[in-house]
T-cell receptor, first 114, second 110 residues
Framework: EAQVTQNPRYLITVTGKKLTVTCSQN?????MSWYRQDPGLGLRQIYY???????DKGDVPEGYKVSRKEKRNFPLILESPSPNQTSLYFC?????????????FGEGSWLTVV | QKEVEQNSGPLSVPEGAIASLNCTYS??????FFWYRQYSGKSPELIMF????GDKEDGRFTAQLNKASQYVSLLIRDSQPSDSATYLC??????????FGGGTRLMVKP
């Protein structure tokens, strides 16, 4: 089954404690991205990657890091989480970029920073 | 800053009516336009995409694009209670950035 898998799905953490949200896709997709979703603000792109070792900033990259060492994985790293990073996070992938390709979303990760 | 604007709603329509959802975007270089449906607590799912000016129909859904006015809309005919969800407009610009609007919450009342 084609899917994008994120972990953890739910996490409560404390300010400043580094955390990583993993994302893996089994569709051999080149394009992967991370979004955060906040009430009234829709989905905002954090980072995206067109291929292995190629990453670019989205609209709201501050406070986040990503890496793309393997095609299937695209982890999101919060080096020093702060309460304003409390949000719902989605990982997504598609075959070849956002234009004209179906984007598959993971189930989302609810992150609370206290 | 590329912007995609939607009325947050809620838009309330009776069952069987036509629901009309609207979206405007700021980047004239935008090339592809998408409508996603998102149920509460779930991930977005693609309903339709449109590239060219005019209408595109898929079942009960029709997407309309007017690039001159920088306007894209989604019509849902014969609305059903199961259509109650938040509808997200997304716009793709050169560089493969996908920008989402804030979403419109649709409520279809039996």
């Amino acid at each position: 089954e084609a899917q994008v898998t994120q972990n953890p799905r739910y996490l409560i953490t404390v300010t400043g404690k580094k955390l990583t949200v993993t994302c893996s896709q089994n569709m051999n997709h080149e394009y992967m991205s991370w979004y955060r979703q906040d009430p009234g603000l829709g989905l905002r792109q954090i980072y995206y990657s067109m291929n292995v070792e190629v990453t670019d900033k989205g609209d709201v990259p501050e406070g986040y890091k990503v890496s793309r060492k393997e095609k299937r994985n695209f982890p999101l790293i919060l080096e020093s989480p702060s309460p304003n990073q409390t949000s719902l996070y989605f990982c997504a992938s598609s075959l070849g970029g956002a234009a004209g390709n179906t984007i598959y979303f993971g189930e989302g990760s609810w992150l609370t920073v206290v | 800053q590329k912007e995609v604007e939607q009325n947050s709603g809620p838009l309330s329509v009776p069952e069987g009516a036509i629901a009309s959802l609207n979206c405007t975007y700021s980047d004239r270089g935008s090339q592809s336009f998408f409508w996603y449906r998102q149920y509460s607590g779930k991930s977005p799912e693609l309903i339709m995409f449109i590239y060219s000016n005019g209408d595109k129909e898929d079942g009960r859904f029709t997407a309309q694009l007017n690039k001159a006015s920088q306007y894209v809309s989604l019509l849902i005919r014969d609305s059903q209670p199961s259509d109650s969800a938040t509808y997200l407009c997304a716009v793709n610009s050169p560089g493969n950035m996908l920008t989402f609007g804030g979403g419109t919450r649709l409520m279809v009342k039996p």
